[in-house]
């Protein structure tokens, strides 16, 4: 256990485990500042996380290493370099200092890219709204001609400085942005970046897309992540034209809708696309052309295997514009809302299928929204595959595209959220603007991933306008959607239901811990009565932990002290398996009783800080669950639906 020798010694000679042990809870900066010695002297050193991971101290011990992989299987080329690794970073005091831009300037910290602020990881691990962060880089001999500044995530808004010129600004936390910097930059010298960064999180009056992260957290809600939070890099590109983005929707009749955006935003260029046999890389099956920045259509022949959890079959793609030459993926499968002997179904390929699967967070002990490695992240989704799931909703959070890749490549049907605003607070007319702005952004950038079959608007009424926004939304989503995603407008609570006889989204979702109430002929006062007119679903139900010993709890004071708050805490692990397994059991038992049941949300895939009610420890250290009898119960929903219809 601990960090490296080295890492401690370091840490105590700069002062950092006294000031850094404890994340400040006031939102803002401390009145004292810090002292690390000169700024030219700093060094990484990771903050000792309140828990750690198995993966903790082997990425803290290889910082220039972290994150390497490559960050967008679905528009990837060879020719990049990963930015990711140790770069300086220092607090600022507010927005007013963005025109003192520390050009030429070392700062006073170390910051370990892409591990979000206030993450153990990163070295850093205050609460820091208002940020700098510096780094150099030198262009690869190989990048002949255009450069593209790639960044995947940054919490909240981000303003780009190269060599000391603004290259441009960013809002939004969970999108991922570029600006092509080919003008700003120095071929054959160093050159300079830096970013300021300002993230409210849920203070400063400020209503933004922020899912559980809370500046001052408690039970279900979370230590924040601001800043840098996924890889940074940069690309070479062609200067004539290249591709800036590619959406292939692919169904399961092998009819694909393309859209291969560029530079250019013309529709005069073509893009030439290739799809590779699975079995066999070096083949290709199929080749088509297009117009660029339109869609349009054709259908893949001979007739590809469809995909679906239990045959995740992947398709890798090649898209040639001009010079430029890009592979991506995609995965051919049909989603559709439609009535099966008068009952509301999700099909999946034109059969009725069960959705069941955990309510994922996506959090981790070290590095808070930023999985310590790829290999931690997919440890998650293995194991709801492992445990016989056939789902997971993925909660009020945007993972990196490499997630949505491999839950493809695994077999998982993703339920994807919009990253909710505060529950605490409504929008104002701007920041619900911005919001929506941020839906469209997110949802049009995520569709064409396939393992994604349904997108979520709200979460319980978090942000939730009483003039019901989502009933003018949820058609608007369907219409960006184009049939390839299911639309849940409402996930608990404020559903509207029906508007002058159209059905408001495709799901009726309630959420009702511990018991459900799936499709039920009663409900709680909060929810709207199941109709028969959508698909009766279970968005969230469980709730039922089981404490465990302090090397596996999140260690502060005021979580510890949240952990009663989890609807029920059993004894023990063999009574939680009873408990929640009772939970499941009813689940079953509505769906064989009343057959309008179509799918459930266990709350969750694992423990986060003070919420305590994971199959995993936070630290996925622990597993309480009992496989066997899991294994079993989990079947046995499948096979009462089948009967169902
Ligand atoms: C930020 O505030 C601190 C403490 O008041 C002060 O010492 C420092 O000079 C300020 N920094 C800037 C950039 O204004
Ligand atoms: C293409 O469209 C984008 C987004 O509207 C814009 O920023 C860019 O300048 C356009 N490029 C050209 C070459 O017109
Ligand atoms: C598809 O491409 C990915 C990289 O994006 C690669 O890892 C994988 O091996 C390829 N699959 C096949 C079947 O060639
Ligand atoms: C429902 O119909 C009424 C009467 O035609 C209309 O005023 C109202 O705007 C409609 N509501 C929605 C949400 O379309
Ligand atoms: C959970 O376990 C921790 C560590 O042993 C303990 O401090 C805390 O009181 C326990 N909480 C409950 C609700 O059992």
């Not at 993450?119 to 593209?148: C, D, H, K, M």
């Not at 051919?332 to 009535?339: G, I, M």
């Not at 701007?430 to 079959?453: C, D, H, N, Y």
């Not at 390839?484 to 799901?507: C, E």
Request: hydrophobic share 35%.
């Amino acid at each position: 256990m601990g960090f490296s020798r080295s890492w401690l010694v370091n840490a105590l000679a700069f002062g950092l485990l006294s000031v850094h042990a404890q994340l400040p809870k006031n939102g803002g900066l401390t009145d004292e500042r810090p002292t690390y010695g000169s700024p030219e002297e700093a060094v990484y050193a990771p903050v000792e996380p309140k828990l750690k991971t198995q993966w903790t101290d082997g990425v803290a011990a290889d910082p220039d290493n972290v994150w390497p992989e490559y960050p967008r299987p679905g528009l990837q080329r060879d020719n990049w370099l990963n930015l990711n690794g140790v770069w300086e970073f220092q607090s600022a005091n507010s927005s007013d200092d963005i025109s003192n831009v520390p050009v030429g300037t070392t700062l006073e910290q170390r910051i370990l890219v892409p591990f979000c602020i206030e993450s153990g990881l990163s070295g850093v691990a205050v609460q820091s709204p208002f940020s700098w962060y510096r780094t150099s880089f030198n262009i690869p001999e190989s990048f002949e001609e255009n450069v593209i500044l790639h960044f995947a995530a940054v919490d909240y808004e981000t303003t780009v400085f190269v060599n000391g010129e603004q290259v441009g600004s960013h809002t939004g936390g969970f999108d991922k942005f570029w600006f092509d910097v080919t003008e700003y930059v120095n071929k054959d010298s160093e050159n300079e970046l830096i970013l300021f960064v300002y993230d409210p999180t849920d203070d400063f009056d400020e209503v933004i897309p922020l899912g559980k992260q809370r500046v001052v957290p408690s039970h279900i809600f979370y230590t924040p992540c601001s800043g840098v939070w996924q890889t940074v890099s940069i690309e070479a590109v062609p200067a004539s034209e290249y591709i800036t983005s590619i959406q292939l929707l692919a169904a399961a009749d092998g009819s694909v809708t393309a859209t291969i955006g560029t530079s250019s935003n013309s529709s005069s260029s073509s893009a030439d696309i290739s799809f590779y046999d699975p079995a066999n890389p070096s083949s290709i099956i199929f080749s088509t052309s297009g117009s660029t920045n339109e869609a349009f259509t054709f259908t893949v022949d001979p007739a590809p295997s469809v995909w679906s959890p239990d045959t995740p079959v992947v398709y890798n793609v090649s898209v040639t514009v001009g010079d430029d030459v890009a592979r991506s993926y995609t995965a051919f499968r049909t989603v559709e809302r439609a009535e099966v002997n008068g009952v509301p179904r999700y099909l999946l390929n034109g059969q009725p299928i069960f959705q069941f699967g955990p309510l994922d967070q996506g959090w981790w002990p070290d590095g808070l929204h930023t999985p310590p490695s790829y290999e931690a992240m997919i440890f998650d989704i293995q194991y709801v595959k492992d445990l016989g799931m056939n789902f997971i909703r993925k909660h009020i959070k945007v993972e990196p595209d490499t997630y949505y890749w491999a839950a493809a490549n695994i077999g998982v049907l993703v339920m994807q959220d919009m990253p909710a605003l505060s529950d605490a607070r409504k929008p104002n007319a701007e920041q619900q603007t911005e919001w929506e702005r941020q839906l469209e952004v997110l949802f049009k950038s995520l569709m064409g991933f396939p393992a994604i079959t349904s997108f979520v608007i709200y979460n319980e009424g978090w942000g939730q306008l009483s003039s019901g926004p989502e009933v003018y939304l949820a058609p608007r989503v369907a219409e960006w959607l184009q049939g390839h995603q299911l639309v849940n407008a409402v996930s608990g609570w404020n559903d509207y239901g029906q508007i002058n006889g159209t059905s408001v989204g495709d799901f009726h979702d309630n959420h009702h811990y511990s018991s459900p109430q799936c499709g039920t002929p009663f409900s709680s006062l909060a929810s709207l009565p199941y109709l028969g007119d959508r698909i009766g679903f279970q968005g969230e139900f469980g709730g039922v932990g089981v404490n465990t010993t302090i090397d596996h709890l999140w260690n502060d004071v005021e979580a510890i002290r949240d952990i009663p708050q989890t609807y029920e805490i059993d004894a023990t692990v063999d009574v939680w398996n009873y408990r929640a397994l009772r939970v499941i059991e009813e689940l079953r038992e509505q769906t064989e009783m009343f057959g309008a049941c179509n799918g459930a949300v266990y709350t969750q895939t694992t423990d986060v800080e003070g919420e305590v009610n994971g199959f995993l420890t936070y630290d996925r250290a622990e597993d309480h669950v009992d496989h066997e009898k899991w294994e079993a119960a989990i079947a046995a929903l499948y096979e009462t639906f089948a009967a169902s219809l």
